[in-house]
C-alpha cells in the first residue's frame, strides 16, 4: 500500500512569488492535515480538510490556503511569499476520527530567497 | 488552548541503556489522546506510541512505554534497550476528541552512542 506522497521534493521560489504544495493521502484516508516545520519552532498545524472542507486552520495569514479534491488529494497554497516561510511543509493522512492515526508524507522543503 | 511543553531539547543514551523524555501538556479537556511520533534524519515522521486519556493502563510496544499522569499532565516516553537506530527526533503530540490536527512540542533530539 502506498504511504502519503508529497510534490515536489524541494521548492525555491523569490519572495513575493507564490507556491503550490501538493499531497496524495493514502487510499481510503479522508482527512488531510497540513504542517509546517520551520527550524526552532516546531512543528506547527496549518490546515485540516475532510471530505472537501476546511475543518480547522491554524494561527496562519490568510495568505496561506488551500483545497481538497474529489479524489481527497489536497493542494497547499502559500502567497506573497516571506522569508520566514523557508520550512518544511509536512502533510499527513487519516481516516478521519480523531482515534485514528496520522500518517505523516516525507515533505516538501520550501526555501525563499 | 492546549499546549505541549518538551524541556529536554536533546538527550543521549548508551547502546542498551534506559532514557526517559519527558513531555508535559496543559488542557482544560477530560478526554484526548497523547502520541509520541520519532522523526529520523531526512526520514518520515512515524507513530511510535498512542495514549486514551481515559485509559488509567500505560500504552507499551515493544521497547518503548509511557508514564502517563492525567492529574499532573505528564506524559513521558521510557525507551529501553536503546538501538543506534533509535536516534532521532522525538515530537510529544496531544490530540483533541474534537478537532483532528495534532499539537506538537518542540521536540527532544535523542543521540544513541555505541
Known amino acids: 500500500e502506498a504511504g502519503v506522497t508529497q510534490s515536489p521534493t524541494h521548492l525555491i521560489k523569490t519572495r513575493g512569488q507564490q507556491a503550490t504544495l501538493r499531497c496524495s493521502p493514502i487510499?481510503?484516508?479522508?482527512?488531510v492535515y497540513w504542517y509546517q516545520q520551520a527550524l526552532g519552532l516546531g512543528l506547527q498545524f496549518l490546515l485540516w480538510?475532510?471530505?472537501?472542507?476546511?475543518?480547522n486552520r491554524g494561527n496562519f495569514p490568510p495568505r496561506f490556503s488551500g483545497r481538497q479534491f474529489p479524489n481527497y488529494s489536497s493542494e497547499l497554497n502559500v502567497n506573497a511569499l516571506e522569508l520566514e516561510d523557508s520550512a518544511l511543509y509536512l502533510c499527513?493522512?487519516?481516516?478521519?476520527?480523531?482515534?485514528?492515526?496520522?500518517?505523516f508524507g516525507p515533505g516538501t522543503r520550501l526555501t525563499v530567497l | 488552548a492546549q499546549t505541549v511543553t518538551q524541556s529536554q531539547p536533546e538527550m543521549s543514551v548508551q547502546e542498551a541503556e534506559t532514557v526517559t523524555l519527558s513531555c508535559t501538556y496543559d488542557t482544560s479537556e477530560s478526554d484526548y489522546y497523547l502520541f509520541w511520533y520519532k522523526q529520523p534524519p531526512s526520514r518520515q515522521m512515524i507513530l511510535v506510541i498512542r495514549q486514551e486519556a481515559y485509559k488509567q493502563q500505560n500504552a507499551t510496544e515493544n521497547r518503548f512505554s509511557v508514564n502517563f499522569q492525567k492529574a499532573a499532565k505528564s506524559f513521558s516516553l521510557k525507551i529501553s534497550d536503546s538501538q543506534l537506530g533509535d536516534a532521532a527526533m522525538y515530537f510529544c503530540?496531544?490530540?483533541?476528541?474534537?478537532?483532528?490536527?495534532?499539537?506538537f512540542g518542540k521536540g527532544t533530539k535523542l543521540s544513541v552512542k555505541p
Open positions: 487510499s481510503g484516508h479522508t482527512s
Open positions: 499527513a493522512s487519516s481516516a478521519g476520527h480523531p482515534q485514528d492515526e496520522q500518517f
Open positions: 503530540a496531544y490530540r483533541s476528541k474534537s478537532q483532528g490536527n495534532l499539537i
Open positions: 480538510y475532510d471530505e472537501g472542507e476546511e475543518r
